[in-house]
C-alpha cells in the first residue's frame, strides 16, 4: 500500500492505496501508523474507528518493525429509564380548559414567590393528571445499541459453550451474528441521518 499523502512515508501512489483511502473515508475509519514500519517506508498500517487508541511503532521483527496497538474495550452499559408519557390524543382538552379558567388564581399571591411557584406547579400537575390520560414508557439506553435479543442470546450460548469442544463454532456463530447487527445497525442509522436537515441536533 502506498499513498504519498495519505500514507506519507510512500515512494509512490498506487491503485490499492488510492482504493483503500477511499474505503477507509468511506467507512470513518483511521489509519494510525504514522511512522515508516520497513525500510523507509509505511507498510504495516493499523485501521480502526475506535476512539482512544494507543499506537506505537516497536523493534524489528525479521525485516519489519512490530506494531503495539492498545484498544480501549469499553465495558457493554445498559440502563433503563422509566417515565410517564401523556396520550394527547385522549385527552379531554375542553375539560381542562374549563378547570384551568375556574380556578382560583388568586392563591398565587399569598406567600413567597417559590410558594407560589410551587402551588402553581402541582396545581397543573393535578389537572394533567386528571385529564390527560398517560402509560409508563420504558426506555432502554445502550452503549452498544446495536446489540439486540438474538445478539444477547449468541451471547450467552457462547459463553455456555466454554472448556467445551464447540466453543469455536459458537464463537464463529456468535461473531457472524454481531457483526450482522451491527451492520443493519449503520445501514439504518445511515439512512435516519440522510433525512434530516443540516445542522439538526438529532
Known amino acids: 500500500m502506498h499513498h504519498q499523502r495519505w500514507l506519507r512515508h510512500s515512494n509512490s501512489n498506487t491503485v490499492v492505496g488510492s482504493d483503500l483511502k477511499i474505503l477507509c473515508d468511506n467507512f470513518g475509519i483511521m489509519q494510525l501508523v504514522r511512522e515508516p514500519t520497513r525500510g523507509d517506508y509505511l507498510l504495516d498500517l493499523f485501521l ?5 487508541c494507543n499506537v506505537k511503532v516497536d523493534s524489528i521483527i525479521a525485516d519489519h518493525k512490530g506494531v503495539l496497538a492498545k ?8 440502563k433503563k429509564i422509566v417515565r410517564r408519557g401523556w396520550i394527547l390524543k385522549r385527552a379531554k382538552w375542553t375539560e381542562l380548559e374549563k378547570s384551568r ?13 417559590e410558594d407560589a411557584l410551587k402551588h402553581f406547579m402541582e396545581v397543573v400537575w393535578l389537572n394533567l393528571s386528571k385529564h390527560i390520560p398517560f402509560e409508563v414508557i420504558e426506555v432502554k439506553k445502550k452503549s452498544h445499541p ?6 444477547e442470546k449468541a451471547i450467552q450460548k457462547k459463553n455456555a459453550c466454554e472448556d467445551r469442544a464447540d466453543f469455536t463454532r459458537a464463537q464463529e456463530d456468535c461473531s457472524q451474528v454481531l457483526a450482522q447487527a451491527y451492520q443493519e445497525y449503520v445501514v439504518k442509522l445511515r439512512a435516519k441521518i440522510a433525512t434530516l436537515q443540516r445542522g439538526s441536533k438529532q
Open 71 to 78: 484498544v480501549p474495550s469499553p465495558e457493554i452499559q445498559e
Open 48 to 52: 480502526t474507528d475506535m476512539a482512544g
Open 101 to 113: 379558567a375556574d380556578f382560583d388564581w388568586k392563591q398565587l399571591k399569598r406567600g413567597t414567590a
Open 146 to 151: 446495536w446489540l439486540n435479543d438474538l445478539c
